[in-house]
């Protein structure tokens, strides 16, 4: 029965152990998943900027729930801590300076395309027929234009593929969170049938 117990202790994967408490990471599925939503909802560069924001008020929310779970739990306190302190920094920056974190964004993207695609067309230089690298090369390029030209369309686009990235990770973080929570249940319970008994 100790094994047991053992086993389903080891059963908590590290990503579990990161975020703490089940209920830690139903909270911040919710969250995602209602950023996700909004940002999907109303695209557009300026109001990018406001959604950008949400998102930093989000992580400044999350930075301080970690920083209270961080204080009531010292054998998980520093990992806890470093992730109430990467959230709060995060969210600080992304609060206030949303527009200039969206137009960096934009840029780096613009030029990993650009460069990615210059590079994929260099590899297959020569005559040859057209390539399947060859054809992802030219679509690298000209998106990379497009979205130095265009930032705002190109933030569109983007944003779009965002949301539904963070409503899928927050829809996973809700099922993980009822695995978990039935995991601690379970530990929990057997933890308490081994003092559920008297030495005569």
Same mark, same amino acid.
């Given at each position: 029965?100790?094994?047991?117990?053992?086993?389903?202790?080891? *059963?908590?994967?590290?990503?579990?152990?990161?975020?703490?408490?089940?209920?830690?990471?139903?909270?911040?599925?919710?969250?995602?998943?209602?950023?996700?939503?909004?940002?999907?909802?109303?695209?557009?560069?300026?109001?990018?900027?406001?959604?950008?924001?949400?998102?930093?008020?989000?992580? &400044?929310?999350?930075?301080?729930?970690?920083?209270?779970?961080?204080?009531?739990?010292?054998?998980?306190?520093?990992?806890?801590?470093?992730?109430?302190?990467?959230?709060?920094? &995060?969210?600080?920056?992304?609060?206030?300076?949303?527009?200039?974190?969206? *137009?960096?964004?934009?840029? &780096?993207?613009?030029?990993?395309?650009?460069?990615?695609?210059? /590079?994929?067309?260099?590899?297959?230089?020569?005559?040859?027929? &057209?390539? *399947?690298?060859?054809?992802?090369?030219?679509?690298?390029?000209?998106? /990379?234009?497009?979205?130095?030209? *265009?930032?705002?369309?190109?933030?569109?686009?983007?944003?779009?593929?965002?949301?539904?990235?963070?409503?899928?990770?927050?829809?996973?973080?809700?099922?993980?969170?009822?695995?978990?929570?039935?995991?601690?249940?379970?530990?929990?319970?057997?933890?308490?049938?081994?003092?559920?008994?008297?030495?005569?």
């Amino acid at each position: 029965m100790f094994s047991t117990n053992k086993d389903q202790k080891q *059963s908590l994967s590290f990503f579990d152990r990161l975020f703490g408490h089940w209920w830690m990471m139903f909270i911040e599925g919710i969250l995602m998943i209602a950023v996700g939503i909004v940002i999907a909802a109303v695209p557009g560069f300026r109001t990018l900027t406001i959604l950008i924001r949400l998102v930093g008020i989000e992580r &400044l929310i999350v930075g301080f729930f970690y920083l209270i779970l961080s204080l009531r739990d010292p054998i998980a306190g520093i990992l806890i801590s470093g992730q109430a302190l990467a959230n709060l920094i &995060l969210g600080f920056f992304l609060a206030l300076m949303p527009g200039f974190f969206l *137009s960096i964004f934009i840029f &780096l993207v613009a030029i990993w395309a650009f460069i990615s695609g210059i /590079g994929m067309l260099v590899q297959n230089r020569g005559p040859q027929r &057209l390539t *399947s690298r060859t054809v992802v090369g030219i679509l690298l390029i000209a998106f /990379g234009l497009f979205a130095g030209i *265009s930032p705002g369309h190109t933030a569109n686009v983007l944003v779009l593929v965002f949301a539904v990235m963070i409503i899928v990770f927050g829809g996973y973080l809700l099922n993980r969170s009822t695995d978990m929570r039935k995991t601690e249940k379970k530990i929990a319970e057997d933890e308490k049938g081994y003092d559920d008994y008297t030495i005569e």
